[in-house]
């Protein structure tokens, strides 16, 4: 298969986790060592063979668009590391610079 | 003591709640420093729920005064709930899963929160942000995983009963490690609303219990339809407990060839094929059944599973709840600091081999083939219950293994779940129990597994095996 370390530092940007040169290098080694054994999925013939997402078939589960009791903002905010009044406060997103 | 013989107690009055939790603190606090199969606990709260119970002028509940233990990724409102990860440290929910709120109504009493492996990633018990659990039956050895702790403190009795939740065996395998009953409901059969997700399309929360008996009482209040989880089953619960003596006569059972291969441990097939010998004579026509696609299910899964966790443990970003690193200048330093500082080993493994899975270019090969693989899977499920009423194979292929012993080397762990992964592809239901000790004195587990909704079937046939082999009455020396 081949994860190269570059591969895996391309993965872990694209899932937003800041990871140590050593664990890029053992999770490419780790990582191939899976992929080749996933493989063996090639093998199976699913030629027609629809997928499956939901084990027993159900989809589009609807229900009345009705307001429900839900948690006030209070309760929304109080495990939030950094609040500012009813917001969820968060380092700077737009460079004022550019 | 089991749940029913707590219940007996009270009934002919001979004990109060607070009686039983104070019994069980003092054996908590003797064991569990040991054992550490607790990742929260707090007496005092375990108290005052039994104190409260007592004021009541009538016991009302079908588990009044039964303490339950909570695996640590299922919420309850305003109680640590962690998932074992630095990532939720401090996390206390706002509100109760649909599961707890039931137990509640019961009129159960929270024991506290189990250790698990990190997210319910781990076969072991020893991805956990707490540090390992340990097996009851040997201490060198791990409890088996993800609901690791749960199973330890029902092995060890420090619980009468507990939930896991179980993505690809999680409550079954160690289950089998520490020789308790574990069952995977039915997909849709228990809600999940307010179990922290980790593979959507295989997630269920079940009961972990000493006797069969218990299993069905646990099973029975937490069952049933949810609207607020949408995938969860609206169909009635049968009365569980009502069919359990119904014996076991006439009833067809499988077994899988397929599960009867190398690397499969002696001492666990002679168990299991003395515990078949035991199912004939109980009158239950044996015979075997070809599952050829169950090589498949190690890589399909972990190929599902890794990509739902990708995207469901992308919610972790230290914005609205639990770790935030605190140094990041700006918002994507924030997200990638903290989920560096936050998610260990495992974690991060498996997010990365998601997000390979699920990343242009190798959608189809890895997550499309699989979820066409899923279905081949499940209709090797289909067509065996069309000629067999359950299917008999063994819950691992080997007893409890070392504290270590496969924490280095991710793709052996991940084998180790080959019996119970097909299960959750499928989506039906299975029930691991004691059948057998090893030469040193290790619980081995048998599987059950039944089509959807046959959970009253499942438990009527490990019942019937359950009374006249009595491993439930093996105890470890403690």
């Known amino acids: 298969m081949g994860i190269s370390v570059k591969d895996v530092e391309y993965l872990a940007h694209l899932a937003r986790i800041q990871l140590t040169p050593q664990e890029c290098e053992q999770f490419a080694a780790q990582l191939d060592e899976i992929l080749v054994h996933v493989q063996k999925l090639k093998s199976a013939r699913t030629e027609g063979v629809p997928p499956t997402s939901h084990v027993l078939g159900l989809s589009n589960v609807f229900r009345e668009d009705r307001p429900q009791p839900s948690l006030s903002t209070d309760q929304a905010l109080a495990n939030a590391p950094e609040r500012e009044g009813p917001f969820f406060k968060v380092p700077r997103i737009i460079d004022p610079t550019t | 003591m089991t749940a029913q013989e707590i219940q007996a107690l009270y009934r002919a009055r001979k004990a109060v709640p607070s009686e039983v939790a104070e019994e069980l603190i003092r054996r908590i606090e003797k064991l569990d420093p040991q054992i550490h199969a607790f990742a929260w606990f707090d007496p005092d709260s375990v108290r005052r729920q039994a104190g409260a119970l007592q004021k009541e002028v009538t016991p009302r509940g079908p588990l009044w005064g039964v303490p ?33 709120g039931k137990l509640k109504q019961a009129g159960a009493v929270l024991l506290g929160m189990s250790n698990m492996d990190e997210f319910a990633f781990g076969s072991s ?39 896991g939740s179980d993505t690809g065996g999680s409550i079954r395998q160690p289950a089998a490690f520490c020789g308790t009953v574990g069952l995977k409901p039915t997909y849709g059969r228990v809600s999940r609303y307010g179990l922290i997700a980790f593979a959507s399309s295989l997630d269920q929360i079940g009961p972990i219990s000493r006797t069969v008996s218990d299993c069905a009482l646990l099973l029975q209040t937490i069952a049933g339809f949810d609207p607020r989880d949408s995938t969860s089953g609206n169909l009635p619960v049968p009365d569980y407990g009502k069919e359990l003596e119904k014996g076991v006569q006439g009833l067809r059972a499988g077994v899988p060839e397929e599960f009867f ?3 499969l441990d002696p001492e666990v097939k002679q168990a299991i094929e003395a515990a078949i010998e035991q199912y004939r004579q109980l009158g239950v026509t044996v015979s075997k059944v070809s599952m050829p696609h169950t090589e498949y299910a190690v890589p399909t899964y972990y190929i599902i599973a890794t990509a739902e966790a990708s995207s469901n443990l992308a919610r972790f970003d230290g914005v609205q709840y639990g770790h935030r690193s605190s140094n990041g200048q700006t918002l994507l330093e924030m997200y990638t600091r903290t989920r560096e500082q936050g998610f260990g080993p495992e974690a991060k493994r498996r997010i990365i081999l998601g997000t390979f899975v699920l990343s242009s270019g190798y959608y189809d090969a890895y997550y499309g083939n699989a979820l066409k693989v899923r279905t081949l899977i499940k209709q090797d499920f289909d067509r065996a219950f069309e000629r067999v009423d359950f299917l008999i194979t063994p819950t691992a292929p080997t007893p409890a293994f070392r504290l270590g012993e496969k924490i280095e080397d991710p793709l052996t762990m ?42 009253d079937l499942l438990l009527r046939a490990a019942y019937a095996y359950e009374q006249v082999a009595g491993w439930h009455r093996q105890k470890p020396n403690l």
């Open chain 2, 68 to 100: 339950v233990l909570v695996k640590d990724n299922i919420c309850v409102e305003g109680v640590p709930t962690t998932c074992a990860s630095r990532i939720l440290a401090g996390f206390r929910p706002p509100y109760d899963a649909t599961v707890v």
């Open chain 2, 125 to 163: 018990c020893e991805h956990s942000c707490y540090g390992p659990t340990r097996n009851p039956w040997d201490m060198a050895r791990v409890p088996g995983g993800s609901s690791g702790g749960s199973a330890a403190a029902v092995a060890s009795a420090m619980a009468p009963l507990a939930l």
């Open chain 2, 261 to 263: 291969i190398g690397g």
């Open chain 2, 414 to 455: 991940y084998l180790s779940d080959i019996f119970t992964i097909s299960v959750n592809l499928s989506g039906v239901p299975a029930l691991s129990m004691p059948c057998g000790l090893t030469k040193s004195r290790l619980p081995v587990g048998m599987q059950l597994i039944a089509k959807p909704f046959a959970e």
